[in-house]
DNA sequence: CGCGTTCTTGACTGCTTTCAAAGATGGTGG
DNA sequence: CCACCATCTTTGAAAGCAGTCAAGAACGCG
């Protein structure tokens, strides 16, 4: 594969997202740009960050997935959250000393510092922006729970899918309801506390009834107004707090 | 019931609570005891605050059990996480304009807005509390996405309660692995993601096994060490940044 | 081209749900 | 103090969704 141009262009995305969660100033961008030019990087299935080590600085991903991860002593295996390209690691809970949780690559991930954002009082963009980003992920957890906790494995896994394309799209990775899907079925099944072999079924059965494609890493949604009003799917809605 | 007496001392649980999480001054103390002047308190299934409503104050809860939401639109209901006393509501994303979920009382609440911290950068003890408080919070919700991905009912139902013990511990409410847990069978079923009717069999399964005792709304664990074990359950071992 | 990972399929098991109804509990008002 | 009512708990039988085990096919990488 093409890993140059990947290279190259590793970062637009993350770059991309912050400025979509609130307006960045020229001063803001230069010091992203500049914490971008020393990424480091992650294969796939390397661990990142392991559950009582040390905290992490906080960081961006600059592409790539990783998730957090939570690892039972039998072997059973709950991946707890996504962390996408733009998405921040360890922003608001600095007070804790060590990781509660394990971070793992599912692909190759690159990774660089999150610049300081000033005094959060000041409206600072990035500020404001890490403040968004942190509210949202606090509403994905929400979300898994709800999926994990009331709704089946085919609910699960179309509700999942839609916030997939909601969150790449604030990183521009979308294009006509398609977007990049890098996780196994068995991945999948991590997540969406299910088994490889149901997943597979349930998305067979998706695919015959023509809701979804997936082929080659690739996912797109067919009908997603219809399919929305199917699952009850309600998009996030929060941005950057309005004046003062 | 006295009711007289539970507010006379209404907060102090709470208090006990954020002075665990970090020391706190006399300073904050005083704070905290003028803000629990005027609280405002929510009957029994009563609605804190609507999704999709304007944001709250920052606030405590100084004493009663409250939870996080998620109603489906077919009627299904999932509890998100539950708010026990000295929990903060709204902390560290109040950059959202909009509640992302309902919040509901479980049993009377009483609530009054968490004063100010100052600059968080000064090691004020109310700062650190708050950020150890969010830290733990985010913590609940990873153990309530793992609970619901892959443990059995049986599983859930222990692992809930042992983090329930823990966290109602730090407000000294646990006396000799016994504590309050005012939730009915359907409540636990809408939080662990079961029905009713089995999160009751497998409650009398525990019952008859003589793991747990349940009794007017008090819960005591009879083999705390022996049950951990079984489940694979990891305390929270967030504290206070040392130094810096 | 060969090997390991991932995907697919089938048959069977079992945990959990569903539906329905009876029993217990607790608070309220007469 | 007791009757009454709503809420909560308990129980049984039957159905269903998802898991388990096992093996073969397809895919992708070196």
């Given at each position: 594969v093409n890993q140059n141009r990947a290279y190259a262009s590793s970062g637009n995305s993350a770059f991309k997202r912050l400025a979509a969660l609130a307006p960045l100033s020229d001063q803001d961008l230069a010091a992203l740009a500049r914490s971008a030019d020393a990424p480091t990087r992650f294969a796939a299935h390397r661990e990142i960050l392991r559950e009582g080590a040390p905290a992490m600085a906080p960081?961006?991903?600059?592409?790539g997935w990783a998730c957090r991860v939570r690892q039972f002593s039998d072997g059973r295996r709950q991946i707890l959250s996504f962390l996408l390209p733009g998405e921040l690691i360890g922003m608001c809970h600095q007070h804790e000393p060590l990781a509660a949780t394990s971070l793992v690559a599912l692909t190759h991930v690159d990774l660089c510092r999150a610049p300081s954002a000033g005094?959060?009082?000041?409206?600072s963009g990035l500020a404001e922006a890490y403040a968004v980003s942190g509210a949202l992920e606090e509403f994905y957890l929400f979300r898994q729970i709800a999926r994990l906790g009331r709704l089946s494995a085919y609910e699960r896994m179309l509700d999942w899918m839609f916030e997939m394309r909601d969150r790449l799209a604030l990183a521009g990775l979308v294009a006509d309801d398609s977007f990049p899907m890098p996780i196994t079925q068995e991945g999948l099944a991590d997540a969406l506390g299910l088994t490889s072999v149901h997943v597979n079924r349930t998305l067979q059965l998706m695919r015959r009834e023509g809701l979804v494609e997936l082929r080659g890493g690739m996912a797109r949604l067919i009908d997603p107004q219809r399919l929305m009003s199917l699952i009850d799917y309600r998009p996030a809605h929060i941005t950057a707090a309005r004046g003062g």
């Open positions: 960081s961006i991903i600059l592409s005094n959060e009082d000041e409206g």
